[in-house]
Every structure is written in C-alpha cells, then in structure tokens.
C-alpha cells in the first residue's frame, strides 16, 4: 500500500491485517482488537499533550468525536484500503470493500499491525499523519457529547423518563449481520432504525429522537 508511509519488515502483517473474516481463516479480527486499543491510548495522549488544563468530560468528547466508525472509515477511504481488501465471496458481491464498519475495522488492524512490525513510534507516527488535520480542527470545546448522553441529558433536565431501547429484529450471516433498533421516547411516536451494529443503531435512533423533541419544543 502506497498510501502508507510506514514500510513493512514483515508484509505477511499486513497482508493479515487487510483479510475479512470472510475470506481466510487467518484474518485480522485479533489485529483489530489490538489496534482500537493502541488508537484510543495514542490520540488521548495526544489531545493529552494539547490541552494540558482541559477537563476529563471534553477530552473524553474529544476523542470519541476521532475515533470512532465514520471517522476511521472516511481515514481508510483516504488511504485507499478498500483497494486492497481481501474478501470472501458474499462480502465482494455485498460491496463489503466500501461497508464502513469493514473499512474501520481494518484500518484498526493495521495500526496494530505497523505497531507488532515496527514498535509504538512507528505505529504512533503513522497514526498523527493520519489525523494531522482533524487534531487541528477538532478542539475540546467543540467536540460533541454522542447522541445517547444528549438524549439523556436532555429528558433528565425537564424530568422525563428515560428512552428505552429494543432490538426488534437481527438478522443476516455473521459478518453481513443487520438490526434493526428501536428508541422509545414518551411522547414520541417510536424512533426506529436499521444499522451494522446494535452500537451505531441506539445512536442514530437517539439523534433522531432528539432532533424530534427540539423542533417540537422550538
């Protein structure tokens, strides 16, 4: 991959760390189990480093607001990973190779990759590269709070009950798996939506619930 300044010692990591459970039975789901880790820890300890005097609850906005699905996802469309994917049947006719969830998913398997390759400078020099731009753009004050606390929040401060969540329906093979998730809201007729994870699910049908309850309450 070209589009990675970090020249591998061992191409056999990244080879594993592009391959979908789908396609082999040595695939990179260890590698992205590791490479979460190693994201989360090396942009807290930068947003660490930039803001000295903030407080826990803005950083910790801070960094789900850059690592999280979408933004790992638009980082591997940067870098070309979809180009590179190796995928079992059903995902290649699934279009898995453009799926966010695989996107994001294997650029945390290749983080842990460069880092087993080359050591936490390499891995971490890797990383800020990547997120050169939004390190810049993206500041403690202005980070928002994800969908599910602003929902809570919100019905906490005018004493309404909390939302319920439900997963009405899971369907699909393991790795082309669908919910479909409802938020209930008193009030509001039921938010429901369908999504990859039961995770993205709760937050997109918390945005809407909340989108909802502010216009009617403009």
Not at 84 to 97: A, D, P, Q, T, Y
Not at 188 to 198: A, D, F, I, K, T
């Amino acid at each position: 991959m070209k589009s990675l300044k970090y020249a591998f010692k061992d191409p056999s990591l990244l080879a594993v760390a592009l391959t979908h459970r789908s396609a082999a039975t040595r695939h990179n789901e260890q590698l992205e189990f590791l490479g979460d880790a190693l994201l989360g820890f090396i942009i807290a300890d930068e947003i660490c480093l930039r803001y000295p005097d903030a407080a826990e609850g803005p950083l910790t906005r801070l960094r789900a607001s850059l690592v999280n699905r979408d933004t790992l996802a638009e980082i591997a469309r940067e870098l070309n990973v979809g180009d590179f994917l190796r995928l079992g049947e059903g995902e290649l006719k699934s279009g898995g190779w453009r799926r966010d969830s695989i996107l994001a998913n294997t650029l945390e398997a290749i983080v842990a990759a460069i880092y087993l390759d080359g050591g936490m400078e390499s891995c971490r020099a890797e990383v800020h590269r990547w997120f050169a731009a939004r390190l810049i753009t993206h500041r403690p004050e202005t980070a928002r709070k994800d969908a599910k606390t602003e929902l809570q929040e919100y019905l906490q401060g005018r004493r309404l009950d909390l939302p319920v969540y439900r997963t009405l329906e899971e369907e699909g093979p393991p790795h082309l798996r669908r919910f479909k998730i409802e938020c209930a809201v008193t009030g509001l007729s039921p938010v429901v939506v369908e999504s990859e994870s039961r995770r993205s699910g709760e937050q997109a049908a918390a945005r809407i619930a909340l989108t909802q309850l502010i216009g009617e309450k403009a």
